[in-house]
């Protein structure tokens, strides 16, 4: 099938990796022309385990390449995804000028019939409104050409982006058009093969089943971290209370980790966008307020730990950080909790070392050569004369680090776990003063 996709960031170039991977003839489009030369020239933009592989294969056996031109997107799809970027608008609400600007452009180059596809993460009534600016690009043209707008959300996660794409849990897609059904059905079929996994619905509720799926995993970071600050409070273990909650198959194991708040480019923005649609539909959503409010707070909790560890002398203290992304295994630092803290230690006239196996060439875009702020090639050397260290994200590295190495070369050896990673008793044996989240 040729298909085109607009917008080629994480969700555009996984998107069109993982399709062309199978077979299907796939061009990717952005008006960024630098991340097409690079493309183009086998850089990839963003870290992604597996993506430059799967890139350079499909470019070299011609069933992917790069365009900054819409035209060029247009005229050579059957199929063309709208993926680019819906972020928060200064009210919460998603953006959507990227999205219907992309729909206007299609509406004023189309020449033959065309299913768009919205992968964007958008709110509902959204693919209304795509339908509605791509028919009035026609209308000005005076063009009649068939087209039809589904919607069919990306589920993939930063870090596990390319098994989620190949071997996704569900595939879903919003349409009122048996055709568009059709064609998506076929075009997915190399990853659906062995249990159906396509679920089709109204427009509607596929535009809001990613956002109640994020909604859904936010809260449950959210409680956890709520409990785990009554759990310091009582004198209980959030690690304890973590696996006695998560032996029952209602709860499950999977995204009940207390920590230093949740950030990325989806949670944060969607939670808040969906809270906006429910008040623009006259609803007050409280519990995603709630989710949102707790995240803030959680995200000021190491700093916390810090100013209520130094006192007044935390201006005056090295600070060493480890992990910057988000998440482990992606450089994306959009909304994470690092950023949070640096910038509070920064403010507060403390320095700061950080290290990140992935996220430094991001982070010095990030912080633009902030004062006070060192980013270390290698995680001891960002520990070497700290007065604390300050896990932030969990990458492996950092899982089973040389405690002694560590103890030595601190200035003084106060650890504070934000993940919840290391043993308690094994550090405290080590001589380390350790803080860490929701346990004694
Ligand atoms: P991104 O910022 O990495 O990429 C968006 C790309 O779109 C950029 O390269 C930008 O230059 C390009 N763009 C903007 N306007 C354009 C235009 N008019 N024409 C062509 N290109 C244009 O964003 P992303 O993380 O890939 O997210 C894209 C969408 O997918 C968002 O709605 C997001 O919420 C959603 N989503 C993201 C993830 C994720 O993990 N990143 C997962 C699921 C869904």
Redesign the pocket.
């Given at each position: 099938m040729r298909i085109s996709i607009?917008?080629?960031?994480?969700?555009?170039l996984v998107s069109g990796a993982g399709l062309s991977e199978v077979g299907h003839h796939v061009r990717c489009?952005?008006?960024?022309e630098d991340?097409i030369d690079g493309l183009r020239r086998g850089v990839v933009p963003?870290f992604e385990p597996g993506l430059d592989a799967l890139i350079e294969e499909n470019t070299r056996q011609g069933r992917l390449d790069f365009t900054t031109s819409?035209e060029s997107a247009v005229e050579h799809a059957e199929v063309l995804f709208i993926?680019?970027?819906?972020p928060p608008g200064e009210d919460g609400s998603a953006d959507l000028s990227?999205v219907l600007?992309?729909a206007r452009?299609v509406g004023h180059l189309l020449q033959s019939p065309l299913l768009v596809v919205v992968?964007?993460?958008?709110p509902v009534g959204t693919c209304e409104q795509v339908r509605s600016a791509i028919q009035g690009a026609l209308d000005e043209r005076g063009a009649q050409v068939p087209f039809t707008v589904a919607s069919n959300?990306?589920?993939?996660?930063?870090g596990a982006?390319i098994a989620d794409f190949m071997k996704p849990d569900r595939i879903v897609v919003g349409t009122d058009d048996e055709e568009a059904e059709h064609l998506l059905r076929e075009l997915y079929a190399p990853f659906n093969r062995n249990h159906e996994k396509l679920l089709c619905m109204d427009i509607r509720s596929s535009e809001l089943t990613?956002y109640a799926a994020n909604a859904m995993l936010a809260t449950k970071i959210s409680l956890m971290n709520e409990l785990s600050n009554l759990a310091e409070r009582v004198g209980a273990d959030i690690e304890h209370v973590r696996l006695g909650i998560g032996s029952d198959p209602r709860i499950g194991y999977s995204f009940i980790y207390p920590g230093v708040g949740y950030g990325?480019?989806?949670f944060p923005?969607?939670v808040r966008a969906l809270e906006r649609t429910a008040s623009q539909f006259g609803y007050e959503a409280e519990l995603l307020r709630a989710v949102e409010a707790v995240n803030n707070r959680q995200k000021e909790k190491a700093f916390a730990r810090l100013k209520s560890h130094f006192g007044d002398a935390l201006n005056s203290t090295r600070i060493a950080i480890w992990g910057l992304s988000f998440k482990p295994n992606t450089d994306?630092m959009r909304e994470a909790p690092s950023v949070v803290l640096i910038r509070s230690l920064l403010e507060r006239g403390a320095e700061v070392a950080a290290h990140d196996p992935e996220a430094l060439d991001e982070a010095s875009r990030v912080f633009d050569g902030a004062a006070g702020l060192h980013l270390a090639e290698d995680p001891y050397e960002a520990a070497d004369g700290a007065d604390a260290l300050v896990l932030v994200t969990e990458w492996k590295p950092y899982w089973a680090p040389d405690f002694g190495r560590l103890h030595q070369s601190m200035r003084q050896p106060v650890l504070v776990d934000g993940r919840n990673i290391w043993s308690p008793d094994v550090v405290r044996r080590r001589g380390f003063t350790y803080y860490a989240i929701g346990r004694p």
């Open positions: 607009v917008g080629s960031g994480y969700v555009g489009m952005d008006i960024d991340r963003i819409l993926a680019v970027g819906t990227h600007n992309v452009g992968k964007s993460t958008v959300p990306e589920f993939l996660k930063e982006a990613k990325g480019s989806c923005k969607d994306d």
